[in-house]
């Protein structure tokens, strides 16, 4: 993290007034906070770097998002973990709940996987209950894209982390059902591991062929569809097609077909 970048970010997130550029119209906050419980102000002050951090992180790797996120911080009495439970809420809002124990030490929170996790969701559309393989698959896999970015890890690291993972759920996908159904199937009996960690195969195989035939990374297609698509799109279709525009040939939509049509052991070869 450069620091004077974070400065920046940190004065702009919480809305410490600051130069707005000629050509813009007035600057907007990345964040919205929202102190749902009692938190003294070394914990928000705590949870503001954190989280902000994480955030800038997501810009870096993914574009800036193109619309103001709620986050609503919870206090968590877990012992366990410093963020033992966090979701989205995709409704009217681009929103993430983030349920918190703040003893815990900053080093703690920056080891954690849930907010990269969670905030990399909302860089795409909310796209349905039927497709959670695709969004989970995605947040799964950026999750670590940011937090290489934060500098927890590097990218021999991420490649052996993904390697053991996928090494540790590839028996739990059957050869005789495609990948789509298996992975509603995983879901619907609470494999959790399987189908997230099964459906970053997914992504691992559309950045191979994005770099091998385009010359660039899944993160950099993102973070142009951040800016043109983003807004724009609704359901899983969309999101598909809009990936794929401007491709030499199609990688997207050929890849998702053969997720409806072929097991897991085959669909990404
Ligand atoms: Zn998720």
Redesign the pocket.
């Known amino acids: 993290m450069k620091i004077f970048g974070l400065l920046v970010f940190l004065l702009v997130a919480c809305g410490v007034n600051t130069r707005e550029h000629p050509a813009n119209n007035r600057l907007i906050q990345p964040i919205v906070w929202h102190w749902e419980d009692e938190f003294s102000q070394v914990e928000k002050d705590k949870l503001i770097l954190y989280l902000t951090e994480v955030t800038q992180a997501s810009f870096n790797v993914l574009g800036k998002y193109p619309f103001q996120m709620q986050f609503y911080l919870h206090r968590s009495k877990s012992e366990r973990e410093s963020i033992p439970w966090a979701?989205?809420e995709r409704s009217e809002v681009e929103a993430v709940h983030f349920y918190v124990n703040p003893s815990f030490d900053l080093s703690v929170f920056r080891a954690d996987w849930t907010a990269p996790?969670?905030i990399s969701?909302l860089s795409i559309p909310f796209l349905g209950k039927a497709n959670?393989w695709f969004?989970?698959g995605y947040?799964?896999y950026m999750q670590l894209q940011i937090m290489k970015e934060m500098g927890i890890y590097t990218s021999k690291e991420i490649l052996e982390r993904y390697k053991m993972k996928d090494n540790l759920v590839k028996g739990d996908f059957s050869s005789e059902t495609n990948f789509v159904d298996e992975a509603k199937r995983l879901r619907e009996t609470y494999n959790y591991p399987a189908m997230?960690w099964g459906s970053v195969r997914f992504f691992k195989t559309v950045d191979r062929l994005l770099q091998t035939q385009e010359h660039h990374s899944l993160t950099q297609h993102i973070k142009a569809y951040q800016n043109q698509n983003r807004l724009k799109d609704e359901t899983l279709d969309d999101v598909l097609h809009s990936l794929d525009a401007g491709l030499k040939a199609p990688i997207f939509q050929k890849i998702y077909q053969k997720c409806c049509t072929s097991p897991f052991d085959e669909a990404f070869d």
Request: charged fraction near 20%.
């Open positions: 979701h989205t996790h969670e969701h959670a969004s989970e947040a799964t997230y």
